[in-house]
């Protein structure tokens, strides 16, 4: 069996209290006064059948609190060497700035004390403010050099693209503390899900977020953030992949016939994009027909560009053996479950 590195698996808030060790007295007491009841994301219906795989819930709390069942379902059940925690506590939804950074200070602060500590295994994406670069730099800066964080938690879903040079400074101390960035299904920014405004049903937004995450990559590769930064590196984590052939060549043709509007691009896009950019495989939006499948993933041009993931307690397969999707080529196998993730976070062997 190869060796496996498992690049989505979500760690759940149980509820605010068990925050309050990582807080300090005043924010103890200004949750307690205001009733807050956390900043728990919207992206995943509880009811709906993606949401959860049915023996994921623990007796007690939310899917994903219970690390003995994390153990359990995501690292022994695949005997994985390391598996990456995606905590999505939906910070970005808070307008008040201190209350944003003190709940992801201590959202951070407890992934270490109740899940990097306790299992060697895992390492952590950090959770920051995103809708306040300054301060989600201060918290890089706190806690960057930390062993067990590896990347920054950014929702997909944003006030404004990512490629805004507003967001510079972010990338610039993420490059600086070797951590990469990590966009992520889902975000509650206040703005509409769609460019059209709100849509009516759940669907909508769940399949047209991959639309969301190729605007993302389309700002910051338009944007020039990776040729600001050399180093950076981008992951998309529940972005689907199949649609990426398409919008590499169409951004590549167009590029040619506009590309005086950005100068400062000196290769076609999809050159940034092997570079820079990877994609995890849950949920994988393949063709069954393993021929078309073939040719997508030929047609992406590079066997650098996917990462195995769980995305552990989501549910995009009926048995937990089939994360690894039916019909990929032997050769690319291995790149999948192992080696892309170590080449592209810089896992010792």
Known sequence: MHPVIDCDIHNTVPNTKAL??????????????????????????ASARTSIRPDAKPDTGPPGSNLDLLREHTLDAWNAELGILTCNYAVDSIPNPDAALALAQAVNDWQIAEWLDKEPRLRASLVVPPQFPDLAIQEINRL????????????????????????HPLFAAAVTHNLALALHFGGNPGNPPTPSGWSTFYIEEYTGMASVFQSQLLSLISGGAFNQFPDLRVVLLESGCTWLPSLMWRFDKDWKGIRREMPWLKQPPTEYIHKHIRLTIQPFDAPANIDQLSENLEQMGSDNL?????DYPHMHFHAPEDALPKGLPDSLIPKIMHENARAFYGFST
Request: proline share 11%; aromatic share 20%; hydrophobic share 30%.
């Open 20 to 45: 309050y060790p990582y807080l300090s007295d005043y924010w103890q007491d200004q949750l307690e006064q205001t009733g807050f009841g956390g900043a728990s994301t919207n992206a995943y219906p």
């Open 144 to 167: 960057g050099n930390h062993p067990g964080f590896v990347q920054i938690f950014l929702p997909v879903r944003s006030p404004q693209p990512y490629g805004n040079r507003n967001f």
């Open 306 to 310: 996917l990462l195995f993931a769980t």
